[in-house]
T-cell receptor, first 107, second 113 residues
Framework: GQNIDQPTEMTATEGAIVQINCTYQ??????LFWYQQHAGEAPTFLSY????GLEEKGRFSSFLSRSKGYSYLLLKELQMKDSASYLC????????FGKGTRLSVIA | DAGVTQSPTHLIKTRGQQVTLRCSPK?????VSWYQQALGQGPQFIFQ???????QRGNFPDRFSGHQFPNYSSELNVNALLLGDSALYLC????????????FGPGTRLTVT
């Protein structure tokens, strides 16, 4: 089976950097996604890692270590609009979603 | 280029009733998946349709059924509604042989009273 663990809630200050961690267990690995979901809206794709290392995309970066079953999403220069839930997702077929980390960005 | 669309946006039903939710995939996509998202939880996979057939199914009872049409649009049907079926129902599409990420529709908020 598959299992995903990520913190339930985090709070950070506007302009700061925040790291959202995710650990997972899976019998087969087909990559790891991060999705952003604003309250009441659909998840939107942020990143995909299939090889170990860091993928950078603007203010957002995602890291993967397959041997440790670990990933993180790094958000820089936080903005108020970054307040949302961030979902760690195993790229199996079908996708397996974590419960999400609700990030609150405060002034 | 239209993204994934879903209808209706909101729906209120009574226990025991039946409901049909609709999804049109993003242009060029041929695979549609349905997810149920309870409040404060991540989406849970219901089933996936490709070439008008159910290809994979999650841990949901037979009360949940679906269909895919030749134009790739899809329906989710839920019979004998229970209070616990209240959730956001998300449709996601992708091109099976193409890029890996799925594109989600805005969802249908179903409330069962």
């Amino acid at each position: 089976g598959q299992n995903i663990d990520q913190p339930t809630e985090m709070t950070a200050t506007e302009g700061a950097i925040v790291q959202i961690n995710c650990t997972y267990q899976t019998s087969g690995f087909n990559g790891l996604f991060w999705y952003q979901q604003h309250a009441g809206e659909a998840p939107t794709f942020l990143s995909y890692n299939v090889l170990d290392g860091l993928e950078e995309k603007g203010r957002f970066s995602s890291f993967l270590s397959r041997s440790k079953g670990y990933s993180y999403l790094l958000l820089k220069e936080l903005q108020m609009k970054d307040s949302a839930s961030y979902l760690c997702v195993l790229g199996n077929t079908p996708l397996v979603f974590g419960k999400g980390t609700r990030l609150s960005v405060i002034a | 280029d239209a993204g994934v669309t879903q209808s209706p946006t909101h729906l209120i039903k009574t226990r025991g009733q039946q409901v049909t939710l609709r999804c049109s995939p993003k242009s060029g996509h041929d695979t549609v998946s349905w997810y149920q998202q309870a409040l404060g939880q991540g989406p849970q996979f219901i089933f996936q349709y490709y070439e008008e057939e159910e290809r994979q199914r999650g841990n949901f009872p037979d009360r949940f059924s679906g269909h895919q049409f030749p134009n790739y649009s899809s329906e989710l049907n839920v019979n004998a509604l229970l209070l616990g079926d209240s959730a956001l129902y998300l449709c996601a599409s992708r091109y099976l042989s193409g890029r890996y990420e799925q594109y989600f529709g805005p969802g249908t908020r179903l409330t069962v009273t």
